[in-house]
């Protein structure tokens, strides 16, 4: 019976390398319920259950999600339950088809947590993960194998920008991560603006206190402990090759303003930052 189905009431949306696990493992210290992770499920589904965004997950039902839950039920847990998915951002339609066959209360009290990072600084971040990933295994069908060539070697950051990444600044059908304007579009379209918090890599890495003051506001609750500054310590930076600049700069400069332009133009909650905080522009990035 889908009345008695318990889903999370906060969706930390993404996006992906922006800092998400730091506000994430800040909640669940907190006493924000937290999924349980099944048998042969990896460990890290213990802060994210990838429920939209694999297909063969989303594909078993809000009863699959729920049972994640069910948990909190049991241990009375209930205030505050929360998924932390990175790539929900880009499944805005697959969480509001899930919320309406939930109790009627759970889509009116869920509140939407993005927080957005400069998108060349992600794409690098994102690939540094997958080469990782990839020189362990090798394996070009894997969800990091797009980093790999056939013959089983890593591609540079920017072959990868050239090989994969090019290709998709002119796909208009690709949901790109980076193009933050068209999903919180979407997001607000289904969800209405209050309901989501967005909120600023940079200030997340300067004013952590700031950004969690942001948090507990928004979630109507103080929490324990102390969202920590982002670790940035011993990480090594370069210069921004020609060929990113060529490929990536032009396409995301547009893609920016359009987002700084939709942000000023539909206000979101009191406790958000507006206008919302333009990316830093470097000449060196963080690798």
């Known amino acids: ?14 996006a992906q ?8 493992n800040w909640l669940f210290n907190a ?17 994210e259950v990838h429920f939209f965004d694999h297909v063969e997950r989303h594909e078993q ?17 209930l205030e505050f339950a929360l998924d932390a998915t990175p790539d929900t951002l880009k499944f805005p339609e697959r969480v509001y088809e899930t919320y309406n066959q ?14 957005l990072r400069e998108p060349v600084a992600r794409d690098l971040s994102l690939y540094n993960h997958m080469r990782r990933e990839f020189m362990e295994t090798h394996d070009t069908q894997a969800w990091y194998g797009e980093v790999g060539f056939a013959n089983g070697t890593a591609m540079s950051f920017d072959q ?21 304007v068209e999903h919180l579009k979407s997001w607000i379209n289904l969800f209405g603006r209050e309901k989501l918090l967005i909120l600023s890599y940079d200030e997340l890495q300067e004013d952590p206190d700031k950004v969690q003051w942001r948090i507990e506001n928004f979630l109507g609750g ?7 500054r982002l670790n940035t310590k011993g990480k090594s930076k370069a210069e921004i090759s020609d060929i990113v600049k060529q490929i990536l700069f032009p396409w ?13 133009a539909h206000k979101g909650p009191w406790m958000e930052q507006y206008p919302f905080r333009r990316f830093e522009e470097y000449d060196l990035i963080q690798t």
């Open 160 to 180: 990868y920008v050239d090989n994969v990444l090019k290709e998709r600044t002119r796909n208009k059908a690709w949901k790109w991560t980076g193009n933050y």
């Open 61 to 77: 039902g809000i009863e699959f999600y729920a049972k994640r839950y069910q948990h909190c039920v049991d241990e009375g847990n």
């Open 17 to 24: 390398k922006g800092g998400t696990s730091s506000i994430a």
């Open 1 to 14: 019976d889908s009345n008695n189905l318990v889903i999370p009431n906060v969706l930390l949306i993404g």
């Open 222 to 228: 103080t929490f324990p402990g102390e969202l920590p």
């Open 252 to 264: 995301y400069s547009r893609k920016n303003e359009e987002l700084y332009q939709y942000l000023d």
């Open 31 to 47: 006493g924000l319920c937290r999924p349980e992770v099944f048998d042969n499920e990896p460990n890290f589904f213990v802060k």
């Open 102 to 115: 939930a109790p009627r209360e759970l889509l009116s009290n869920l509140k939407l947590i993005v927080i």
